[in-house]
Nanobody, 128 residues
Framework: QVQLVESGGGFVQAGGSLRLSCAAT????????MGWFRQAPGKEREFVAT???????????DFVDSVKGRFTVSGDNAKNTVYLQMNSLKVEDTAVYYC??????????????????WGQGTQVTVSS
């Protein structure tokens, strides 16, 4: 069983930065696909980013177009933690951000249904 705990959310002005952390406990996630999703009030949960190693030492990542060039992701296998670095934040980035993990065979990608572990979410509020 894997438990995911997000942290790092908060309030920030437009143009600012935040770094979210997702710590996994229970099992090492080196073989898992990890994902970041967000949900704004009144909207459906939206894919933000995914990262994976496929069991190797190199992390690979993909992003939704709206955050490319502004958000980056990274992983620290020793700490069993992944990060979402958010720069040049916009008001429309305001949402609850969720970390997710997939232990299933095949790339999880942007599909929320492919992830079988979820964190509790952390609020990110960007003010104008």
């Amino acid at each position: 069983q894997v438990q995911l705990v997000e942290s790092g959310g908060g309030f920030v002005q437009a143009g600012g930065s935040l770094r979210l952390s997702c710590a996994a406990t229970g099992r090492a996630f080196i073989n898992y696909d990890m994902g970041w999703f967000r949900q704004a009030p009144g909207k459906e949960r939206e894919f933000v980013a995914t990262l994976w190693t496929g069991g190797g030492s190199t992390w690979y990542a993909d992003f939704v177009d709206s955050v490319k060039g502004r958000f980056t992701v990274s992983g620290d296998n020793a700490k069993n933690t992944v990060y979402l670095q958010m720069n040049s934040l916009k008001v429309e980035d305001t949402a609850v951000y969720y970390c997710a993990a997939s232990s299933r065979f095949g790339r999880a990608g942007a599909r929320a249904s492919r992830y079988n572990y979820w964190g509790q979410g952390t609020q990110v509020t960007v003010s104008s």
